[in-house]
């Protein structure tokens, strides 16, 4: 079982940046999904066990950055140009099953999730 904590979520201003942390018990591919009050949970972005492949859901291309240090095995995700539309709670996910990568159903493992509010 692969042990998930997430941290850096916090409360920014429009325009403004935070980097998540996902401090995990082991490497492996590892996702970022979010979830508004009402609303599905929804892909973020995936970074492979080597960092050779990353994924980003559209919403956040190009202002997101997912990154891994495998000596920390910490998976980073550096969010720019917020918007109050991005506020949600963000979960870590690894256990990849399936084929899959934007469900949340092909992931065996989450974090506890980390609040981000981005106010206008």
């Known amino acids: 079982q692969v042990q998930l904590v997430e941290s850096g979520g916090g409360l920014v201003h429009t325009g403004g940046s935070l980097r998540l942390s996902c401090a995990a018990s082991e490497d492996t591919f590892t996702s970022w999904f979010r979830q508004a009050p009402g609303k599905e949970r929804e892909f973020v972005a995936a970074?492979?066990?080597?960092?050779?492949?990353?994924y980003y859901a559209d919403s956040l291309k190009g202002r997101s950055t997912i990154s891994r240090d495998n000596a920390k095995n910490t998976v980073y995700l550096q969010m720019n140009s917020l918007k109050p539309e991005d506020t949600a709670t963000y979960y870590c996910?690894?256990?990849?099953?399936?084929?899959?990568?934007?469900?949340?159903?092909?992931?065996?493992?989450w974090g506890q999730g980390t609040q981000v509010t981005v106010s206008s």
């Open positions: 996910a690894a256990g990849f099953r399936g084929s899959n990568v934007y469900s949340p159903g092909s992931f065996a493992y």
């Open positions: 970074i492979s066990w080597s960092g050779s492949s990353t």
